[in-house]
């Protein structure tokens, strides 16, 4: 579920990069909230292995972060729309880098480059008149890094446990 969410962003913007309309937007913006939601649910669940009434309620605070940034959507270029998902990798990438021995500082180095990737992206419109090719494709390369290793980090955590299951 996680790869095809990760394969429909990338599709998602290449569409609406391509043809910006609406639909396209959404195209673009919904696959990476599920993907985020959806990561969320299966790291509380499977790997901090929390009931699901706490794996519900983090991703509704993932929400309702990104819910309360909407405001913000126009500073830094956007770039505040996108840092609940830093906060959720940094958060999430803590507690791995201290409670787990398998792919220990994998999130951690995820939530790094999440944070150049909104670097990248934030100072895109600056650079553009240096380098008329922009940093914006850096963002996008280095967001698709970050799912990789997100999905990483899961996959290892559930995968050395002895007759673990994906739930």
Do not use: Q
């Not at 983090?58 to 990104?66: E, H, I, N």
């Amino acid at each position: 579920m996680l790869i095809g969410l990760a394969a429909a962003t990338g599709i998602g913007s290449i569409l609406w990069h391509t043809y910006p309309t609406m639909l396209m937007l959404i195209l673009d913006i919904v696959p990476i909230l599920l993907f985020i939601m959806w990561f969320i649910w299966l790291y509380t669940r499977n790997v901090i292995r929390m009931r699901p009434l706490f794996a519900v309620a983090s991703v509704g605070a993932f929400l309702l972060l990104t819910f309360l940034a909407f405001p913000f959507a126009d500073v830094l270029h956007g770039a505040l729309l996108y840092a609940p998902g830093l906060v959720v990798t940094l958060v999430l990438g803590l507690f791995h880098a201290i409670e787990r021995t398998v792919a220990r500082f994998t999130l951690l180095a995820a939530a790094g480059v999440y944070l150049a990737a909104l670097l990248f992206r934030t100072i895109d419109n600056e650079v553009c008149s240096v380098l008329p090719i922009g940093t914006h494709f850096l963002w996008h390369l280095l967001i698709g890094f970050v799912t990789y290793l997100a999905m990483r980090s899961l996959i290892l955590s559930i995968t050395t446990r002895v007759g673990a299951r994906v739930r």
